[in-house]
């Protein structure tokens, strides 16, 4: 295993912060209602995610992760703290690929353009373009349950992309997908980000996965969710799963997760 | 390209074989759901013949041979098919403003929580409300005729067809709400587009209670309200005790009896027809 130094020394500065900010989040802190007390889930979370750049979220159970894409997304609204994301759309996608089972893939895509003000002449066409961005062209008359795991994510993939999103927000997109399928995928979402200049905004369980795809891994803490750490991560050339580079960043992430993990064990 | 290719490789992998329904296995597949019914049929007769045969009753109780050529040559005048009409069209009267009252109603509980505050257990009080009970009100307020047995029909049916309705609306999961919003579907958009195709099945099961409470509502109301107006299939079940017409009767119970059945056949295929376009049939079970 060869650690290259200057790819696991936590950043100090924001590597991101120095274009045009896509989302900027400035102490931002979420408390739910729990019982009679509260509960809170995110913790004066500060973090600047450039335009272009891909930010994976790492953490253990209970960190909040979900909380902070809903923040982001607008389904939530903050305790305190501030969200911006300059007037950017921002597509969410989850674990599930929640497709609307009663419409076929072409149809489910056409939808988020519908809702978007998309006039029916040129849907048609744009739907078949995000097809083939997806490599799904020729699936549009198939039902979601007539699809593959991987292939329902990559429908919702251009669902989400469909909402003419700058800003992706993914939570654990890849979590439900067997490896070889999540691996190609891996491939597939870096090419589209590449192609379209999309700022992703990744939460994932997954060390391997947060350092094959990050050009930034930031690790929270658990219960509240706080930016414990935060790991640039140069991107030297094309990446694989099990290249040397990413093995080693995984190990030093799986090694900081159960730092943190334990701390509440004892 | 590997990782291209390999995606392509991968997706007809798991795709799997496709399947093919030939026309020769719909044959099959009929007679495979068709014969127990048959059976069943055939048992029934033949139990009532051997009770026929040992004289039980023999006053009064004829064999299913006598009913069936009854039941034939009654067929053949126009009053059955008459009755049969009059019937038929008061059921789809009835059931079709039932649907809209119903309809509307669950709509605007579902979507306004003061209004379900007030009316939900009222329209689930409702369902258990044996219809015949409704008949006194109803005479009273519109006289003997057939606005009487649909205001009925209403009352049977309707508060089904809501609570379908609004059983739906609840059970839309949350995750699709979740994906809806994000996509900007708000409002009308998100019920038109989300929320009311997401609660099809369980407005399709409440539409199938909804008939079988107007469909009993109105054969109450036929029999047991003697109404004014052109006779319909229950007043044909109304005999003279002292008259015993032991085959006029079975004959109008078996006819009903079809109808109710066709009804609820074709409910059943839309209820599957529903649930194979979301992937909620096991094909195995389908075979």
């Given at each position: ?76 609204q903050p305790t305190s703290g501030e969200v911006d994301t300059a007037g950017r759309r921002v597509g969410l996608m989850f674990q599930e690929p929640a497709l609307f089972p009663w419409l076929d893939a072409g149809r489910n895509i056409e939808l988020a353009l519908r809702a978007r003000g998309v006039q029916r002449a040129v849907r048609r066409a744009q739907v078949d373009e995000l097809l083939e961005t997806v490599r799904l062209t020729g699936f549009a008359d198939k039902r979601p349950h007539e699809l593959s795991g991987g292939m329902r994510q990559r429908v919702a993939l251009a669902r989400a992309l469909a909402q003419d999103a700058d800003v992706l927000l993914m939570d654990e997109p890849f979590g439900a997908l067997d490896a070889m399928t999540r691996d190609l995928l891996h491939d597939e979402i870096e090419r589209i980000c590449a192609d379209r200049t999309l ?68 | ?287």
């Open positions: 295993m060869s650690l290259r130094a200057s790819e696991l020394t936590p950043s100090a500065s924001q590597a991101g912060a120095s274009a045009s900010p896509a989302v900027r989040l400035t102490d931002v802190s979420k408390a739910y209602r729990a019982g009679r007390g509260e509960l809170l889930a995110v913790d004066r979370v500060s973090l600047t995610v450039g335009d272009g750049e891909f930010v994976c979220i790492i953490g253990a159970s209970g960190c909040g992760k979900s909380t902070l894409l809903n923040l982001v997304a607008g389904l939530d700022t992703v905004l990744f939460v994932t369980h997954n060390v391997r996965e947060a350092a094959r795809l990050g050009d930034r891994v930031m690790v929270l803490s658990s219960r509240p969710g706080r930016v414990i750490e935060e790991y640039a991560v140069p991107r030297l050339g094309p990446r694989r799963i099990d290249s040397p580079e990413v093995a080693g960043l995984a190990a030093t992430l799986t090694d900081r997760l159960r730092e943190e993990v334990g701390r509440h064990g004892s | 390209m590997a990782a291209e290719q390999a995606l392509y490789g991968l997706d007809k992998l798991e795709l799997g074989p496709v399947h093919d329904r030939r026309r020769a296995r719909v044959a099959r597949r009929a007679w495979a759901a068709a014969w127990p019914r048959l059976l069943a049929i055939a048992l029934v007769i033949a139990i009532w013949e051997i009770v026929h045969l040992t004289g039980w009753k023999h006053f009064v109780l004829q064999g299913p041979s006598t009913v069936a050529s009854y039941l034939w040559n009654f067929a053949q005048t126009g009053q059955l098919w008459a009755a049969i009409g009059v019937t038929m069209r008061r059921a789809l009267t009835g059931y079709l403003v039932a649907l809209l009252v119903g309809s509307v109603i669950g709509l605007l509980v579902a979507r306004i929580p003061p209004l379900r505050a007030a009316l939900g257990s009222i329209i689930t009080g409702l369902q258990t409300m044996p219809s015949i009970a409704w008949y006194p009100l109803a005479i009273i307020l519109f006289t003997r005729g057939e606005v009487a047995i649909i205001f009925v029909m209403i009352m049977g049916a309707a508060p089904s067809i809501a609570n379908g309705l609004i059983t739906g609306v609840d059970y839309t999961p949350p995750l699709l709400l979740r994906a809806g919003r994000t996509m900007g579907l708000r409002g009308v958009s998100l019920y038109r587009y989300l929320i009311l195709p997401a609660s099809l099945p369980a407005y399709v099961a409440g539409l199938k209670q909804g008939w079988a409470f107007a469909w009993r509502s109105l054969m109450a109301g036929e029999l047991v309200v003697s109404i004014v107006g052109p006779p319909g299939l229950g007043v044909l079940l109304n005999t003279d005790e002292s008259l015993p017409d032991f085959a006029g009767v079975t004959s109008i119970i078996i006819v009903i009896l079809i109808i109710g059945v066709v009804v609820d056949m074709l409910f059943a295929k839309a209820d599957t027809a529903l649930r194979r376009r979301r992937g909620l049939l096991d094909p195995a079970a389908e075979s």
